[in-house]
């Protein structure tokens, strides 16, 4: 055998030895360490709505801009709350004025009745005690409406309850706002999370605060760290659901091939580094490192073709 052909025997020896090694690791990396391409970054949604009804005065923000906990966001035509405002403070004033004149007669009533026994009956005694018990009543409702009053004023100006992005906003001045209907989404910023769906086969050694590693379709090179926050305990069933007259659903058919079920797994996502974006809705890849001897660095990043 000549020199050439031992040579392409041992390339093509080495091109194999190479292709097991790489095999090897890739099954080390993915089978060991359940990985999938079902994950998506989530972010809790607060729909912002004004607690009282009114015509949409002005508006503070635009579409996508960040907000901080406390900056106004809209509002309200509050002329109508001002008047009632000025209502409640005149009734107060007016129920004050009544209990303090049936104090006042409670109060000459006692003296002249201690002074002058006989001179005043116990029914007309008691009657006016009743009145200042009812006065004062009157004038503890007045003081209830009067804060109410202030509160619908304040609930005319509406703020950012959380740090957030304000998303497909579309609420403009002159906009009829209705009492507790959303009108602004705002996703917050502090919420952000990875949920991945898994096969059933593949969550059994899985626990709560297991690692893991995420890469994001937007930046298929930047493998980030995260940690395993939960696992779902439940997913909703087609055979068996009630159907018409309150009987199982069933289907008909029946499939020989049965797939693995995929179960929710929520992932905490470390510090990102810089430059990284999180939007609410995008695809991830996850891997959990069930294996704890298996350390970040000899796991390569997941696959990003066909992701």
């Known amino acids: 055998m000549s020199i050439n052909s031992l040579l392409r025997w041992f390339l093509t020896l080495l091109i194999i030895v190479i292709a097991c090694v790489f095999c090897y690791i890739r099954y080390n990396a993915y089978f060991r360490n359940p990985w999938t391409r079902d994950g998506m970054v989530q972010a809790e949604v607060v729909q912002i709505a004004a607690r009282v009804s009114g015509q949409v005065k002005a508006v503070h923000v635009r579409d996508n801009q960040f907000v901080k906990a406390g900056d106004p966001l809209f509002d309200l035509d509050d002329r109508s709350a001002r008047v009632a405002v000025a209502q409640a403070e005149a ?30 009956s116990s029914e007309t005694f008691q009657q006016v005690a009743d009145q200042l018990l009812s006065a004062e009543a009157d004038v503890a409702v007045a003081q209830a409406q009067l804060e109410q009053a202030r509160l619908d004023l304040d609930f005319t100006h509406i703020a950012a309850p959380v740090n957030g992005y ?51 379709m937007t930046y298929s090179n930047v493998p980030l760290e995260a940690t395993v926050e939960s696992v779902g305990w439940g997913i909703a069933r087609e055979n068996g659901s009630t159907g018409e007259q309150l009987l199982p659903s069933v289907s008909p058919t029946f499939e020989w091939i049965r797939l693995a079920q995929r179960i929710p797994v929520r992932l905490r996502l470390g510090a990102l580094p810089k430059g990284i974006e999180l939007r609410a809705g995008t695809t991830a890849s996850v891997l959990v490192r069930v294996h704890p001897e298996d350390t970040a660095a000899s796991i390569p990043p997941l696959p990003t073709i066909g992701q």
Do not use: C, H, W
Not at 91 to 108: I, M, P
């Open 91 to 120: 009734n107060l004033r007016q129920k004050q004025a009544v209990a303090q004149s049936a104090r006042d007669k409670a109060g000459r009533d006692e003296r002249l009745r201690r002074d002058a026994p006989g001179a005043i």
């Open 166 to 216: 304000i998303t497909n906003l579309t609420v403009q001045p002159g906009t009829m706002s209705t009492a507790y209907r959303p009108l602004v989404a705002l996703i917050n910023a502090d919420s952000f999370r990875v949920d991945a769906f898994f096969r059933e086969t593949q969550i059994r050694d899985f626990r709560p605060g297991d690692p893991a590693l995420v890469t994001l």
